[in-house]
């Protein structure tokens, strides 16, 4: 018997596992590992400060998250060998031609009201540059139009973060099984535990935080979970003469980055396919998108060799915010998803929410925000549909 099940193992399943053990939680994460896991192909920017959208339900979740990484870092980092793959390398946001300037005008009003009113990060933090300053730091930068720096953006390696979380976890008492969940069991409208491969597990709390593939576990409840995958589509180039462990992140206005990595490797993405479907393999058109994006902006990688191409499926919501809290009549039932292309800059923070909503921890958000309750198609439990 356990006090909460956790379905999933990316980073939010992960993370809400750990931050459930760290509490003294009797916790079973159940996760089968589907290829296509996003977390897996996750290029790993962090940096809320140069958000240039207007949602500020997103931009507040974003900077709770990165307020709160540093000491989670060092509670993962203080274990021996535990590499979480964080480093704060910076961030070009950048205007590579005509057609973005007014994108790149508007986010640029967005970012530094913010600043102003935030009073945060310090001028010396986050700030406009020269094309010329730009190309400087970024060598196989274009001759951009426009461009802002931030110091405070960070990398994160979605695959070393996710182990340490499990290797921290594991040590502290959790408990782990590589299983497919078919179905909740239920008595009424009160969870009981998971039914996976032919094995009951008991608990009285479940979190769905299946990603994508969330939306299965919220059928067998009657509740429509609001996600869906989007393929992301990303190429990890490598080049054994270049330094590029000092080069910034990146980005421009297609919806596509570049995050250098200090291995000789800049990785170029990526696709958002919504309505993909859960395909998680590359395609040309997918390939041939993000690498003619890669070059316009950073024609320097052009001979670079490609050494890896990853996909992800992203769990897509149409506010671009993720899911998270309790499901409406379903007692004992959370839901963790939706984090689309946010979930390693959001993710361990989600996690943290979660373990503090089960074990009844204060929570400096408005978590009504983020609940599924916020989407009209929300149906009652039918039990009978189990
Ligand atoms: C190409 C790409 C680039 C990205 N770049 C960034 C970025 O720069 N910055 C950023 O912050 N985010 C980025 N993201 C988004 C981020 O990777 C995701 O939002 C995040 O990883 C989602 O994590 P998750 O744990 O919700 O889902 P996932 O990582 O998909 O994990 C879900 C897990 O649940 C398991 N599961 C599902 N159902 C069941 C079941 N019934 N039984 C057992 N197990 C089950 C699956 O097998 C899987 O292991 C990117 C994503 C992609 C694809």
């Known amino acids: 018997m356990f006090d909460v099940i956790v379905i999933g193992g990316g980073i939010v399943g992960a993370s809400t596992a750990y931050h459930l053990v760290q509490s003294g939680t009797r916790t079973l994460l159940i996760d089968r590992h589907d290829t296509g896991r996003a977390t897996d192909a996750g290029a790993g920017i962090l940096s809320a400060e140069t958000y240039g959208g207007e949602s500020e339900p997103w931009f507040n979740l974003a900077i709770h998250a990165l307020d709160y990484l540093p000491d989670l870092i060092e509670d993962l980092e203080t274990d021996h060998d535990n590499q979480t793959g964080y480093d704060p390398c910076g961030l070009l946001l950048v205007a590579a031609s005509d057609d973005e300037i007014e994108s790149f005008d508007r986010a640029k009003q967005h970012i530094f009201r913010r600043q102003l009113q935030r009073k945060n990060p310090a001028p010396s933090e986050l700030y406009e540059i020269s094309p010329d300053e730009a190309c400087d730091l970024m060598p196989p930068l274009t001759q951009v139009q426009a461009a802002i720096y931030s ?86 180039l490598e080049h054994d003469q270049q330094d590029t462990g000092h080069w910034p992140i990146v980005e421009a206005f297609h919806d596509h980055y570049a995050v250098p990595w200090p291995d000789q490797r800049v990785v170029v993405g990526a696709t958002r396919e919504t309505g993909s479907g859960f395909d998680p393999y590359p395609t040309a058109s997918g390939i041939h998108e993000t690498l003619g994006e890669a070059l316009r902006v950073t024609p320097g990688l052009k001979s670079f060799r490609i ?22 009549g379903c007692e004992g039932v959370y839901v963790a998803t939706g984090h689309g292309a946010s979930g390693l800059q959001l993710g361990p923070y989600s996690g943290k929410l979660i373990a503090d909503q089960i074990t009844g921890n204060n929570i400096p958000l408005d978590m009504n925000l983020y609940s599924i309750a916020r989407f009209a198609a929300v149906r009652p439990l039918h039990p009978s549909s189990m």
Do not use: C
Request: charged share 20%.
């Open 151 to 236: 110091k405070k953006a960070a990398r994160m390696d979605g695959r070393l973060f996710t182990a340490s979380l499990y290797h921290t976890a594991v040590r502290q008492g959790l408990q782990v099984v590589h299983e497919n969940v078919d179905r909740l069991l239920l008595s009424g409208d009160r969870i009981e535990g998971v039914n996976a491969q032919g094995s009951s597990y008991h608990a009285s709390n479940v979190v769905i935080a299946g990603g994508a593939w969330s939306t299965t576990i919220g059928d067998q409840l009657g509740v429509q979970i609001p996600v869906e995958p989007q393929r992301g589509q990303i190429i990890h």
């Open 307 to 328: 050494r890896e191409i990853r996909v992800g499926l992203r769990p897509f919501t149409i506010d671009y915010l993720p899911v998270l809290g309790t499901i409406p």
